[in-house]
């Protein structure tokens, strides 16, 4: 198992580093075929389509967060900590993005800062 140190980290307080999405595929060393699943899973958690080239200012902290999932799930990280993922999401949201954690087939933690 792989320890904390070693994993991808995303914390829904700070959940994107740039303002296009193109950079954080980029960031993600998510591939061509995992970009399309990207935007495909983000449309269906946020009811809101992007393009590569979007505005990430433009998304609301919520829509922000989802894409933070979706970028990681979507990673080629084996080993995730999602800090306050939990207190960022309304519980709709919530609900599915526990189904994505659940579905995938990464280490995952969830976490809080105290």
Partial sequence: MNSPKDAL???ANHPLIS???R???LLYHIDTQGEAILRESFERLSGKSISTDHDLSELSGGQKVLLMLCLALLSPARSIVFKDLRHSLDAHRWEHAQR????SDKDITLGCDA
């Fill in 9 to 11: 980290i995303c914390d």
């Fill in 19 to 21: 303002q296009c999405l």
């Fill in 23 to 25: 950079e954080e595929i």
């Fill in 100 to 103: 994505m954690i659940s579905d």
